[in-house]
């Protein structure tokens, strides 16, 4: 019998585990939320159809009711499918200097003589000198010749190729669009299930992102819309990064894909780089990719993984995010647990991230004001906490911009505010349903702190609220409090 420590951690960084055969159970589930403070479920929709992501969603949201946490479910979409077909056997060892012939008009198994292609527009995209990479980078194929349906390469190096492989071009350049027919139907389950964020995969620009927009006001019409993330993976991503951010609602650095892209060297310049620009821009952040890879296997991480892993949280990401580690992985509760600790220790030596926000914001909102100005007081004051009453959960949002060591509780009567707000760094979501009355409100907010050990009595916080209580976008007013 597998005993857990259920003894949770604190962290501000929020952290995503991807559900699979390795993870989705109740039990298992509920102690990776108590303990290692999971706070987001990510749904990978390359596997499974709509019935196994349905069945998913009640395992994941009755964890949660037994953990008494809500947590976030993030549907992510395939994308389309720039892979090799299938090959007889499994799979063909490929030497360097060999002769490899890709046909995108062959539907049978491939093998030595060519190679069919789940993508059929790869001989437009592409001519002789450019650089295929297959398998994650793993087979470099030179590009010899296209005719017709057919690309002639020449291998660089040794590598067993697999059925299905995924192929990128060195430097970028694939027309193939974000969305696939599998994406509308996908995306279309996803919203019925009651995802709280959707990523759309290979984001060129920021018109992919006001399509999946359009689409899913279309869909959601009066329930509420999942947050959007754009999955940072090609190179013309990087080249529109700051239009995609600003067309999203938080963004993912999906390090695989990129860096087959642009090179393995590029990718921690580029992180620390689009960290930063998702802070300064008001979006959130996801670091993604590899980042306890080894716990597939083992029950502890290397120490190359561990520095990986707290360098994202120093960086300011508001999430880091596991893949196989806990989908297919043999220690998924013992992954998350490792993760939760490295992000309390990185968190413990960083003050703030302010600076970060302050330079760039121009917007003269009041509810950034407001944000600005709590973080400030909060500050000055020593406030033992930062709280936020909030109906969608912006101005939580917004204060958990700077990246702060004080803790941001977030009072919302909606679940679903609650649950959007699980991806926030900092942002301590609860439930309460409050009086229209504003003092009212304002002392049962004091009152459920106090009951929940939050605060004592004496203890300095700042409130956030509107005078208009209940009205989502009102918060107007910013106090210092003393609890009785």
Not at 43 to 65: L, M, P
Not at 231 to 257: F, P, T, W, Y
Not at 407 to 422: D, F, N, V, W
Request: proline fraction near 3%.
């Amino acid at each position: 019998m597998n005993i857990r420590d259920t003894e949770r951690i604190r962290h501000n960084t929020k952290i995503i585990a991807t559900l699979g055969p390795g993870s989705n159970n109740v039990e298992l589930l509920r102690d990776m939320i108590i303990a290692g403070g999971l706070n987001v479920i990510r749904f990978n929709f390359s596997h499974g159809d709509a019935e196994f992501h349905r069945a998913n969603a009640e395992i994941v949201r009755e964890a949660a009711r037994q953990a008494r946490q809500e947590v976030a479910i993030m549907a992510d979409l395939q994308g389309p499918k720039i892979r090799i077909g299938k090959i007889a056997g499994g799979g063909i060892n490929v030497k360097a200097g060999e002769t490899l012939l890709l046909d995108a008009a062959w539907s049978g198994e491939g093998g030595r003589e060519r190679i069919g292609l789940d993508y059929r527009e790869l001989p437009d995209d592409v001519k002789p000198g450019n650089v295929l990479l297959l398998d994650d980078g793993l087979l470099t194929l030179s590009v010899t010749e296209v005719n017709g349906s057919e690309i002639r390469t020449v291998a660089q190096n040794d590598h067993f190729l697999k059925s299905n492989k995924g192929i990128n071009k060195q430097g970028g350049g694939l027309s193939a669009g974000s969305f696939t027919e599998k994406d509308f139907r996908d995306l279309k389950t996803a919203v019925a299930i009651g995802c709280d964020y959707l990523a759309v995969s290979f984001v060129k620009n920021a018109e992919d992102m006001k399509i999946a927009r359009d689409l899913l006001q279309a869909e959601c019409q009066d329930r509420p819309r999942p947050g959007l993330v754009a999955k940072i993976e090609r190179i013309e991503a990087v080249h529109n990064l700051d239009s995609i951010i600003e067309a999203s609602d938080g963004i993912m650095v999906a390090r695989g894909d990129l860096a087959v892209e642009v090179g393995n060297a590029a990718v921690p310049a580029l992180q620390k780089r689009m960290i930063k620009r998702a802070r300064e821009l008001r979006r959130f952040s996801i670091t993604a990719t590899q980042m306890m890879e080894s716990m597939i296997t083992n029950p502890v991480p290397t120490r190359a993984e561990v520095s990986d892993v707290a360098n994202a949280v120093l960086d300011g990401t508001d999430a880091v995010m596991c893949s196989a580690e806990t989908a297919v992985g043999a220690y998924p509760f013992e992954t998350v647990k490792q993760m939760a600790a490295i992000c309390a220790a990185a968190e413990k030596e960083q003050d703030s991230l302010i600076g970060t926000i302050d330079d760039f914001d121009d917007s003269r909102r009041i509810d950034h004001a407001i944000a600005g100005g709590a973080v400030h007081v909060a500050r000055e004051v020593d406030a033992k906490a930062i709280v936020a009453l909030t109906e969608s959960g912006t101005t939580a949002f917004q204060i958990s911009r700077y990246g702060i060591q004080i803790p941001i509780y977030a009072l919302t009567p909606s679940t679903s505010a609650q649950r959007r707000m699980a991806m926030y760094r900092g942002v301590r979501p609860l439930h309460l349903e409050t009086s229209t009355d504003h003092d009212t409100a304002l002392e049962q907010v004091e009152n459920e702190l106090i009951r929940l050990g939050v605060l004592k009595s004496g203890d300095q916080y700042i409130i956030t609220s509107g005078r208009r209580m209940r009205e989502s976008g009102s918060t107007n007013t910013l106090q210092v409090i003393q609890a009785e």
